[in-house]
């Protein structure tokens, strides 16, 4: 068995992860990142990012399409939110992922790929790669970047009881809105949407699970589909969990971002920009224990917000449908802003997140 030691050991290459491993390898520090799959970026994922979020943050090459229009319907109404500049955009996610292991790598990050956790032991990772081999690494911090199943998290002991699933499905043909569309019958207090890629459409919906179990989600998603042109029976089905049961994000030398850290939000199941903003803000605690977090905890309350709507349409599920289309009665009389639904903080950490 191979033995490795490491300054700093990430486990999950995805945008938490490579968010983390490049800020520290700036600044001089030896870093590994070890991803289980194969392929950097795949991910179950509707790929939408947003202006207050990563939209501006990275390259237009990325960027597929974008809109500076939002149509929101729900069972009784419907409206259009419109501003300047775009709103989301949607991004290809094994693209964006390979971009971000790039900028980590030129900063000096070491990346290893095909390569799975068997346990963990403290700061001791045993390991075994695709083609069997078995390895330890050692390092001095530890970080889970590995997403709503995280083994890191599962070691330090904390449960996960809040998340919810995510459908999706890559349509292989062109839509010129980005729609969302409420409905408390077909997806409780989640959504669906319909959101234009550049050579596909994707089609999926989101529910807290306290409110809906994936298979109620799924079998409501595609009925709601095929009565507006989708038929998506046949097209591959991708079903991922996300968590949003936030419990703390430093544990000693131990670290936990995104969804590991269960930082996603659960009423609208965004979780890329969380998982950016604590990764870059463990990389700076780490480097300095006296770094602000601000930009963690703007995301929390952001997080408890919606987490307390979640909670009221749990116990009263009569609730689910009032709440929706009062959500939506307060956008079409701009009462209520678009973004207050992200995940984006407060301007004071959204410029350098």
Same mark, same amino acid.
């Given at each position: 068995?191979?033995?490795?030691?490491?300054?700093?050991?990430?486990? !999950?290459?995805?945008?938490?992860?490579?968010?983390?491993?490049?800020?520290?390898?700036?600044?001089?520090?030896?870093?590994? =990142?070890?991803?289980?799959?194969?392929?950097?970026?795949?991910?179950?994922?509707?790929? !939408?990012?947003?202006?207050? %979020? *990563?939209?501006?943050?990275?390259?237009?090459?990325?960027?597929?399409?974008?809109?500076?229009?939002?149509?929101?319907?729900?069972?009784?109404?419907?409206?259009? =939110?419109?501003?300047?500049?775009?709103?989301?955009?949607?991004?290809?996610?094994?693209?964006?992922?390979?971009?971000?292991?790039?900028?980590?790598?030129?900063?000096?990050?070491?990346?290893?790929?095909?390569?799975? =956790? &068997?346990?963990?032991?403290?700061?001791?990772?045993?390991?075994?790669?695709?083609?069997?081999?078995?390895?330890?690494?050692?390092?001095?911090?530890?970080?889970?970047?590995?997403?709503?199943?995280?083994?890191?998290?599962?070691?330090? %002991?904390?449960?996960?009881?809040?998340?919810?699933?995510?459908?999706?499905?890559?349509?292989? &043909?062109?839509?010129?809105?980005?729609?969302?569309?409420?409905?408390? &019958?077909?997806?409780?207090? !989640?959504?669906?949407?319909?959101?234009?890629?550049?050579?596909?459409?994707?089609?999926?919906?989101?529910?807290?699970?306290?409110?809906?179990?994936?298979?109620?989600?799924?079998?409501?998603?595609?009925?709601?589909?095929?009565?507006?042109?989708?038929?998506?029976?046949? *097209?591959?089905?991708?079903?991922?969990?996300?968590?949003?049961?936030?419990?703390?994000?430093?544990?000693?030398?131990?670290?936990?971002?995104?969804?590991?850290?269960?930082?996603?939000?659960?009423?609208?199941?965004?979780?890329?920009?969380?998982?950016?903003?604590?990764?870059?803000?463990?990389?700076? &605690?780490?480097?300095?224990?006296?770094?602000?977090?601000?930009?963690?905890?703007?995301?929390?309350?952001?997080?408890?917000?919606?987490?307390?709507?979640?909670? *009221?349409?749990?116990?009263?599920?009569?609730?689910?449908?009032?709440?929706?289309?009062?959500?939506?009665?307060?956008?079409?009389?701009?009462?209520?802003?678009?973004?207050? *639904?992200?995940?984006?903080?407060?301007?004071?950490?959204?410029?350098?997140?």
């Amino acid at each position: 068995m191979f033995s490795i030691s490491t300054d700093i050991l990430i486990i !999950g290459a995805g945008p938490g992860g490579l968010a983390c491993a490049k800020v520290l390898a700036e600044q001089g520090r030896h870093v590994l =990142v070890l991803e289980r799959r194969k392929e950097i970026g795949p991910k179950v994922c509707a790929g !939408g990012i947003t202006w207050d %979020g *990563l939209l501006r943050l990275v390259p237009e090459a990325l960027i597929e399409r974008s809109f500076c229009e939002q149509h929101i319907v729900s069972s009784c109404q419907k409206t259009v =939110v419109r501003e300047k500049n775009p709103i989301i955009a949607t991004i290809n996610r094994t693209v964006l992922g390979q971009w971000m292991a790039e900028q980590a790598v030129q900063a000096g990050a070491e990346i290893i790929t095909d390569i799975k =956790v &068997r346990s963990i032991d403290g700061l001791r990772v045993m390991t075994e790669t695709g083609n069997g081999e078995c390895k330890t690494f050692t390092c001095t911090q530890l970080v889970g970047a590995d997403g709503a199943n995280s083994l890191v998290r599962q070691y330090l %002991g904390i449960p996960a009881e809040d998340r919810g699933p995510g459908i999706n499905f890559q349509v292989p &043909r062109s839509a010129e809105q980005m729609e969302w569309h409420l409905s408390a &019958r077909a997806f409780g207090c !989640g959504y669906a949407w319909i959101f234009p890629h550049k050579n596909t459409v994707s089609v999926g919906a989101y529910s807290p699970q306290s409110d809906m179990s994936a298979g109620r989600l799924k079998r409501n998603l595609l009925r709601w589909a095929d009565g507006r042109g989708f038929q998506l029976k046949d *097209l591959p089905c991708q079903a991922a969990l996300i968590n949003y049961d936030y419990r703390g994000y430093q544990f000693g030398p131990v670290w936990l971002v995104g969804d590991a850290a269960g930082l996603a939000s659960g009423l609208t199941g965004e979780g890329i920009y969380p998982a950016v903003v604590s990764g870059k803000t463990v990389a700076r &605690r780490i480097l300095d224990p006296q770094s602000s977090d601000n930009a963690i905890t703007d995301m929390v309350k952001k997080q408890a917000q919606h987490r307390r709507v979640i909670n *009221l349409t749990a116990r009263h599920p009569a609730c689910s449908f009032l709440l929706t289309e009062l959500l939506l009665l307060l956008l079409r009389c701009k009462l209520l802003g678009f973004h207050a *639904l992200e995940m984006a903080p407060a301007p004071r950490s959204a410029t350098e997140p």
